[in-house]
């Protein structure tokens, strides 16, 4: 594992300075409030029309129009600056309340009345159907008061947690373990491209990739977002050249492909994901697809598929699918992957480890002033704090749940897999999580201690893994950015963010009732969403649940024995790392309608493009794909405001 080709080329792109500078100053304030209040709004358009946000092309249009402006004010940004912009943009893009928007929509859907579900949702995540908000499409009523408030705390704590554990298990895996985290430099290489074009010289390498990216998305996002924008709002329905989110397929192919959801997803952005992505994790999953493109005539023509019948389209295929099998061989196939990085985590700590533990201790606690480090102690004091403020608020909205299994969760269960994690992350590019362990606990607390309802399937838990933040911390320091601006620059985001947020959320859901045709992902998924969201939520409720009827041992068994022994043919053949995960993965894909364009970019990025430019072609791809989403997000942004801008004026009286 440690010797793994693919995964030496991913850590020896990047290295870290020897300098560190602090990137907050009053260009970080003008910035966030630029993001909060014109990027924000276009990311949560994108997000309800194309299911993706704007995602890193509000980071890349900030930075750009930050760092033309600074050149005709004679001035310049430097690359810590242009870090803490990226970071603050990320931030804001969370946009936390537009998640009121699902919860109206949950209350009210067809998936809650379907399963009885309706009258159990609490009033504290949104109120009942009847209230006068869904009417005025409002949330700026005393209905809301509740939710609004607590959606305010959870924000506040969860960013201040995110200087707590993830920063001590950084400091451990990273300081002491020496590990290499392979994936961080992919997402530090675009930020340095930026920073390449703020400086006099515009020749280097960087800033002509990420250019030639921005075009092909400002062409591509014409077509694909801007087009059915602009047409919706003067005719009865918009012009799609491509069809969101794929073109379906399910029927044309039912009779030689049962019970298969069959499409292709034409968004362009696939193609360089597929780039980017570790070759062998692409071509795993499909592997992985074809698997299943095999499997499931076999196991409907067997009775195992029994819920599907023709005429269904993706949506229903998935879930009627899932239902009858593959919850939970997906549970299985999820056991088989945590338990193989598991393997792999408790492998490598005799490599590790070769010190005493006197030394481990004296590089833990050593700090580097110049990086920013602040003392251990203070992140695990926030760490400590933050799990039992999570604790105390669960118990009060839920009074009837076993504080034992808060206490465990935090204190317990979230320390291990967080470290399992942030070590595969920083060995292997790879995150690790046990499924069904939150899920698994709450039945049991309703089946053997007497817990009825569905509150604390929407309570704030402290059930987390912060291996993944690990490897944002890496990031920091490749960009040789100081820890204490991020600090700076978390608070100074939280205000603007939930401010923000709020506003544009009421905005949105005032020009149209989402879900609808206006909003063509929401409309087509999220029926989809809530029914797997309720399904699973039933399980705590008093007599027979639709998600005991979904839940079969025997196949979970077969899910977890199937994905160890892929893994141990696939490791005995000594084949790459990224593919035995990627086919172990694959094997559970549930609408694969994306991997064609993936498994494409793949081909051409390892066939074509590494041949021509060479070991240089590992750091191009990442600022291209980095070039490509900021000219999307350029259109979203044209398209968001010529829309907003279009209906609200149907509303103005003349």
Same mark, same amino acid.
């Given at each position: 594992m440690q010797e793994d080709r693919e995964l030496q080329e991913y850590r020896d792109l990047l290295s870290p300075p020897d300098k560190f500078e602090d990137g907050f100053g009053w260009k970080s304030i003008i910035g966030a409030i630029f993001i909060g209040f014109l990027m924000m709004p276009g990311s949560m358009y994108l997000g309800l029309v194309v299911g993706t946000g704007i995602g890193p092309a509000a980071r890349w249009v900030t930075i750009i129009l930050f760092a033309e402006i600074a050149k005709r004010a004679y001035t310049k940004l430097s690359q810590q600056e242009i870090f803490v912009l990226y970071y603050m943009a990320g931030a804001a893009l969370a946009s936390p309340f537009s998640g009121l928007l699902w919860n109206q929509y949950l209350i009210q859907s067809?998936?809650?009345?379907?399963?009885?579900l309706t009258q159990h949702i609490p009033a504290w995540i949104a109120p009942p159907p009847g209230s006068e908000s869904f009417t005025d499409r409002t949330f700026f009523h005393r209905d809301w008061l509740i939710p609004i408030? %607590?959606?305010?705390?959870?924000?506040?704590?969860? =960013?201040?947690?995110?200087?707590?554990?993830?920063?001590?298990?950084?400091?451990?895996?990273?300081?002491?373990?020496?590990?290499?985290?392979?994936?961080?430099?992919?997402?530090?290489?675009?930020?340095?491209?930026?920073?390449?074009?703020?400086?006099?010289?515009?020749? !280097?390498?960087?800033?002509?990739?990420?250019?030639?990216? !921005?075009?092909?998305?400002?062409?591509?996002? =014409?077509?694909?977002?801007?087009?059915?924008? =602009?047409?919706a709002t003067v005719l009865s329905e918009p012009i799609r050249l491509f069809p969101i989110p794929w073109i379906e397929l399910t029927n044309v192919t039912e009779d030689v492909l049962p019970a298969v959801a069959t499409g292709i997803q034409l968004d362009l952005g696939l193609l360089f994901v597929g780039m980017v992505l570790p070759f062998w994790a692409v071509i795993g999953g499909g592997i992985g697809f074809i698997v299943t493109l095999i499997a499931n005539p076999i196991l409907y023509s067997y009775g195992i598929l029994h819920r599907w019948h023709k005429g269904m389209g993706t949506v229903d295929t998935v879930f009627a699918n899932s239902f009858d099998f593959y919850?939970?061989?997906?549970?299985?196939?999820?056991? =088989?992957?945590?338990?193989?990085?598991?393997?792999?985590?408790?492998?490598?700590?005799?490599?590790?480890?070769?010190?005493?533990?006197?030394?481990?201790?004296?590089?833990?606690?050593?700090?580097?002033? !110049?990086? !920013?480090?602040?003392?251990?102690?203070?992140?695990?004091?926030?760490?400590?704090?933050?799990?039992t403020t999570y604790i105390v608020l669960s118990s009060l909205l839920v009074p009837g749940f076993p504080w034992i299994f808060l206490v465990a969760y935090g204190f317990v269960y979230t320390p291990v897999i967080s470290y399992v994690s942030a070590r595969m992350e920083g060995i292997a590019g790879q995150f690790v999580s046990l499924p069904m362990v939150r899920e698994a606990s709450f039945i049991a607390a309703s089946r053997f201690f007497g817990y009825t309802g569905i509150g604390i399937w929407y309570a704030p838990i402290p059930i987390h893994n912060y291996g993944k933040s690990t490897v944002r911390w890496r990031e920091i320091e490749l960009t040789g950015t100081s820890f204490r601006s991020i600090i700076k620059a978390e608070i100074l985001v939280i205000p603007i963010v939930l401010v923000a947020s709020l506003l544009f959320s009421q905005y949105i859901w005032r020009l149209a009732p989402i879900p609808s045709n206006q909003y063509p992902y929401a409309q087509e998924l999220w029926?989809?969403?809530? %029914?797997?969201?309720?399904?699973?939520?039933?399980?705590?409720l008093e007599g027979s649940s639709p998600f005991f009827q979904a839940l079969n041992v025997q196949y979970m068994g077969w899910g977890m024995g199937l994905g160890l022994l892929t893994y141990g043919v696939l490791a005995w053949f000594k084949l790459p790392i990224m593919l035995i995960y990627g086919v172990t993965r694959g094997l559970g894909q549930s609408t694969p309608h994306g991997i064609f364009l993936e498994i494409v970019g793949a081909l051409l990025g390892r066939y074509y493009f590494k041949k021509k430019y060479g070991l240089a072609w590992g750091q191009y791809a990442p600022v291209l794909l980095a070039g490509f989403s900021c000219g999307m997000g350029l259109m979203g942004m044209l398209a968001m405001g010529f829309s907003l801008i279009m209906r609200s004026l149907g509303h103005i009286a003349y």
């Open positions: 067809e998936a809650a009345r379907m399963l009885g408030l %607590l959606m305010v705390g959870f924000e506040i704590i969860s =960013a201040v947690d995110h200087f707590g554990l993830s920063y001590a298990l950084y400091r451990l895996t990273s300081d002491v373990e020496k590990l290499p985290f392979p994936m961080a430099p992919v997402g530090a290489l675009g930020n340095m491209a930026l920073a390449e074009s703020t400086r006099k010289e515009e020749s !280097g390498w960087k800033w002509r990739v990420f250019s030639i990216g !921005g075009m092909i998305g400002l062409s591509f996002g =014409a077509l694909y977002v801007l087009l059915p924008a =602009a047409s919850m939970s061989f997906g549970i299985g196939l999820g056991l =088989a992957i945590a338990a193989i990085g598991i393997f792999h985590v408790f492998r490598s700590f005799r490599q590790t480890y070769q010190g005493s533990l006197k030394e481990r201790f004296e590089v833990l606690f050593r700090h580097n002033p !110049g990086r !920013g480090d602040f003392s251990i102690w203070i992140a695990i004091g926030i760490y400590v704090c933050s799990t029926h989809l969403q809530a %029914l797997n969201t309720l399904l699973l939520q039933s399980a705590t």
